[in-house]
Nanobody, 115 residues
Framework: QVQLVESGGGLVQAGGSLRLSCIAS????????MDWYRQAPGKQRELVAT???????NVADSMKGRFTTTRGNARNTIYLQMANLKSEDTAVYYC?????????WGQGTQVTVSS
């Protein structure tokens, strides 16, 4: 089992930056990959970025160049660095861990971008 806690969300002006954190606890050494998702009001949840156990990363095409995901020195922490934020980035951002064919979600952190 894995528990995930996101933090770092908040209110930011358009053009600004935020860094989200996701801390995993539990059976973290069996995690295959971790993802960032987001869900805007009235919209489906969408994949933002992925970081694999081996450290490979991928960011959704629409966010490339503005968003990056990295792993901290502590294996149980990942980050989502967001730059040049736009109003359409307003959403709840979730961390997800894939472990042995099962998925675990955090509670989410709200990001609000004001124009």
């Amino acid at each position: 089992q894995v528990q995930l806690v996101e933090s770092g969300g908040g209110l930011v002006q358009a053009g600004g930056s935020l860094r989200l954190s996701c801390i995993a606890s539990g059976t973290i050494f069996s995690i295959d990959a971790m993802d960032w998702y987001r869900q805007a009001p009235g919209k489906q949840r969408e994949l933002v970025a992925t970081i694999t156990n081996g450290g490979s990363t991928n960011v959704a095409d629409s966010m490339k160049g503005r968003f990056t995901t990295t792993r901290g020195n502590a294996r149980n922490t990942i980050y989502l660095q967001m730059a040049n934020l736009k109003s359409e980035d307003t959403a709840v951002y979730y961390c997800r861990a894939a472990l042995r064919g099962r998925y675990y979600w955090g509670q989410g952190t709200q990001v609000t971008v004001s124009s």
